[in-house]
């Protein structure tokens, strides 16, 4: 099966191909149904497939579609994964079973959105909500200019950010933007203000298949930021040296950090992967975020600056939605041969590299 083989079009071609791929690897899939439909009233879910005996001592997750329109890039992935027997053979021996779970915010990657229904980031959902929630003062400031009344943006809007960039530089809009906010809900990078569906039933996969681990990997696939078609491996553990030391060990010296300003990512709360600790805390965890870039982060920001403001305003004609939503898939999903070819090798390196550090 050729790379580009392995993508697919629409969420429900690729939960078609993912399930496809998972029968012909004799494997079974476990299927968590999501309450909602998605866009073409197909049904969404979240699909867990275990690659190796349950009481695995070593286990290594590869997870898509945290971001939802991620999923396009995540899901090829898993599918071309799954149809390559030498790299399965090779994880049977090194004793590591291999989670695959596709699809982690099906519903975004349905409808096009980078975040789940309930309009949340799912990388910043993962807080103990039974204490306060950070506050973003800087993202509090610039709300109405990130998301503002008129898109495309007013002249006034476009001015006054312009000035902000200047003065503070890409790096601080960057942290104010993205690092996560509880406090506009109808704004970007929303964290929320309790688990969403997404987070309570990954917490449940972890807890069922989680437990049994001595050593735990995780590779969660990204796009969005960074060259085009170049995955940075961001560490996806506690800001914990002995763990990051063992990140570069496996995945090598040019594992990037968001803890020392490394990593093309901005300082982040609430991160999915946090999960690790509080479901599987007998385990040795060791974690990256696969993250490929597409677009410069301008474009980027403004495909997903634009789809908010669409969000927020249902009224809009069919033309514009459709222009915007296009712009969207664009900006996390480069539909060239291409590009998925590198996106594909790059995380059979890292996934063949996480097999190693597993095994130790
Ligand atoms: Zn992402």
């Not at 291999?98 to 993962?126: K, M």
């Not at 803890?259 to 509080?278: E, H, I, Q």
């Not at 495909?303 to 898939?329: C, F, G, M, Y």
Request: glycine content about 8%.
């Amino acid at each position: 099966m050729s790379f580009a083989r392995s993508f697919s079009e629409t969420y429900a071609q690729a939960r078609g191909k993912f399930l496809a791929a998972v029968d012909r690897a004799g494997l079974d899939a476990e299927s968590h149904v999501h309450p909602l439909r998605g866009s073409e009233d197909e049904a969404l879910a979240m699909d867990v497939v275990l690659d190796g005996p349950r009481d695995a001592r070593r286990l290594l997750l590869i997870t898509s579609a945290c971001h939802g329109v991620e999923g396009f890039c995540g899901s090829g992935i898993q599918v071309a994964l799954l149809h390559d027997d030498a790299w399965r053979q090779a994880t049977r021996d090194a004793g590591v079973a291999v989670l695959y779970i596709h699809a982690l915010n099906p519903w975004g990657f349905s409808w096009c959105r980078r975040v789940t229904q309930e309009n949340v980031d799912l990388n910043r959902n993962f807080h103990d909500f039974s204490k306060p929630l950070p506050a973003n003062p800087g993202y509090d400031e610039i709300a109405a200019l990130i998301v503002p009344p008129t898109w495309p943006p007013s002249d006034e809007v476009n001015a006054k950010l312009q000035h902000l960039l200047e003065e503070r530089g890409l790096a601080a809009l960057q942290a104010a933007i993205s690092g996560g906010q509880h406090s506009h809900p109808q704004g970007l990078y929303f964290g929320g203000l309790n688990p969403t569906w997404s987070n309570q039933t990954l917490r449940q996969v972890l807890r069922e298949h989680g437990r049994a681990c001595e050593r735990l990997g995780w590779i969660d696939l990204h796009t969005g930021l960074g060259p085009s078609g170049h995955g940075e491996r961001i560490f996806a553990c506690r800001d914990d040296a002995t763990a990051l030391a063992r990140a570069r060990d496996w995945w090598g010296s040019g594992v990037t950090s968001i803890y020392d300003g490394s990593s093309s990512a901005a300082r982040l709360t609430g991160m999915m992967w946090l999960a690790a600790y509080d479901e599987c805390p007998q385990a040795e965890y060791t974690g990256i975020a696969l993250e490929y870039g597409t677009l410069p982060m301008m474009d980027v920001l403004n495909s997903l600056r634009a789809d908010q403001w669409l969000e927020n305003h249902p009224e809009t004609p069919e033309a514009v939605r459709t222009q915007i939503k296009r712009q969207l898939r664009e900006a996390f999903y480069t539909d060239t041969d291409a590009w998925k070819q590198r996106v594909v090798e790059q995380a059979k390196a890292a996934s063949d590299a996480a097999v190693q550090g597993l095994r130790g």
